[in-house]
């Protein structure tokens, strides 16, 4: 049987940023979790989410969210994730890209984040 490869890292993190903004299992982020850790949803999904509730209890773990942060949260954040190197896995795409990658949105064919190269791309001044 072939483990996932989130299995080597079950029961090791603190805290877990989810920021996934569609309709998602939590127990693979769940189970990443150590005693008291927390599960942060970040932005909204417009369906109601659903776990396994042991996930929880058995660990004294907790879920948590916000619709979005201050200016200054945000930046505590970002100095937090630079102090302990937190990183992020992005897909750079310039903006003649931006209509596939909507449809690879709607596809679900995304495995990161887009960001949108506005500086690198090559726009015409019209």
Avoid: W
């Avoid at 417009?46 to 396994?52: A, D, E, I, K, L």
């Avoid at 969210?65 to 200016?71: K, P």
């Amino acid at each position: 049987m072939t483990r996932a490869p989130y299995h080597a890292a079950a029961g090791t993190l603190d805290y877990v940023i989810d920021t996934v903004p569609a309709h998602h299992a939590l127990e693979p982020y769940l189970a990443l979790l150590r005693l008291d850790g927390k599960l942060l949803v970040m932005g909204v999904i417009n369906q109601p989410m659903s776990f396994v509730s042991p996930m929880l209890m058995l660990g004294r773990k907790s879920i948590a969210g916000s619709f979005v942060g201050s200016v200054e949260e945000a930046e505590e954040t970002l100095k937090f994730c630079e102090a302990k190197g937190v990183t992020s896995q992005i897909e750079v795409v310039k903006m003649g890209y931006v209509n596939e990658a909507l449809e690879r949105l709607e596809r679900n064919d995304v495995r990161y984040r887009f960001v949108v190269d506005v500086a690198g791309s090559n726009l015409d001044a019209a």
